[in-house]
């Protein structure tokens, strides 16, 4: 079945460790998206790739990087993790053409302490 | 720029009442416009859409119908559920020469009574 994952779905670290978040999907789409969502639960685009070797960063400024060398691949790394960077992260996919819908993992609630 | 404005919540009602969550939109051209549902716990579901003006997009008994002349993308469902409590986002995406990225608003909370 044609989905996308995330893992961890929960994750409780300490300050100052590496995490990566990972996010798959086998949809076979060209675009992939990370969202950070805060508890106020609105949705801020925090990096974006349109395909293989290809990334961007989003509207909101983030620590956080990504790297896409596969193209169902998509993970995001934190290299020193800080309080600041508790939240729900999003992972999405779109295919490359159509009427730009989004599709959604289950997301990862991050916790740093 | 383009941007999303919808009715904020949080907005609890009793089962079986009629639902509806306003959402109004800006964008430079002609957008396309998505309801997502988001379940506690859960990642962000597409729970309708409409491409064009006068469209009306359906599903599990919701609707919205894009209003071009109101720039509104209003969702409604005339009996709702304990089952339908979640957070609702309207979006809209434009296209871009490839450049596309969707738009939300900034959600609204949903709790039904039984």
């Known amino acids: 079945e044609a989905d996308i994952y995330q893992t961890p779905r929960y994750l409780v670290i300490g300050t100052g460790k590496k995490i990566t978040l990972e996010c798959s999907q086998t949809m076979g789409h060209d675009k992939m998206y990370w969202y950070q969502q805060d508890p106020g639960m609105e949705l801020h685009l925090i990096h974006y790739s349109y395909g293989v070797n290809s990334t961007e960063k989003g509207d909101l400024s983030s620590e956080s990087t990504v790297s896409r060398i596969r193209t169902e691949h998509f993970p995001l790394t934190l290299e020193s993790a800080r309080p600041s960077h508790t939240s729900q992260y999003l992972c999405?996919?779109?295919?490359?053409?159509?009427?730009?819908?989004?599709?959604f993992g289950p997301g990862t609630r991050l916790t740093v302490t | 720029g383009n941007s999303v404005t919808q009715m904020e919540g949080p907005v609890t009602l009793s089962e079986e009442a009629f639902l509806t969550i306003n959402c109004t939109y800006t964008a430079t051209g002609y957008p396309s416009l998505f309801w997502y549902v988001q379940y506690p716990g859960e990642g962000l579901q597409l729970l309708l859409k409409?491409?064009?003006?006068?469209d009306k997009g359906s599903n599990k008994g919701f609707e919205a119908t894009y209003r071009k002349e109101t720039t509104s993308f209003h969702l409604e469902k005339g009996s709702v559920q304990v089952s339908d409590s979640a957070v609702y986002f309207c979006a809209l995406s434009l296209s871009n020469f490839g450049n596309e990225k969707l738009t939300f608003g900034t959600g609204t909370r949903l709790t039904i009574i039984p």
């Open positions: 999405a996919s779109s295919p490359l053409a159509g009427y730009y819908e989004q599709y």
């Open positions: 409409a491409t064009k003006a006068d």
